[in-house]
């Protein structure tokens, strides 16, 4: 599978969803549902994920972060999340 390209507009697979808020009833411990189970997802992939709706592109989502996450190395951040995406849609739950 490809890297995603800054074109790329990552949105959640079909078949793949947002679960409920989970036992402390926010959003923090929500989980991706998909057809072969769930991810709960940490902070930062949450963060990521949350971006992929189809609608901004890979590139706007990494200007996002890059912004939100000033002090890391913008190329470890298009790096990490590219990676990422790329494990995300060889699970079959993101596509771009």
Excluded: N
Excluded at 8 to 22: E, H, I, K, M
Excluded at 25 to 33: A, E, K, N
Excluded at 37 to 47: D, H, P, V
């Amino acid at each position: 599978m490809a890297p995603p390209s800054d074109a790329s507009q990552p949105r959640l697979a079909a078949g793949c969803r947002w679960g409920p808020p989970g036992k402390t009833g926010t959003d923090s411990d929500r989980m991706i549902l998909f057809p072969e189970g769930a991810i709960k997802l940490q902070s930062t992939g949450r963060e990521v994920l949350e971006r992929c709706d189809g609608q901004r592109t890979f590139g706007e989502i990494i200007a996002e972060l890059q912004k939100e996450f000033a002090k890391t190395d913008p190329a470890k951040i298009r790096a990490d999340i590219s990676a990422f995406l790329e494990q995300l849609q060889k699970k079959r739950i993101v596509d771009y």
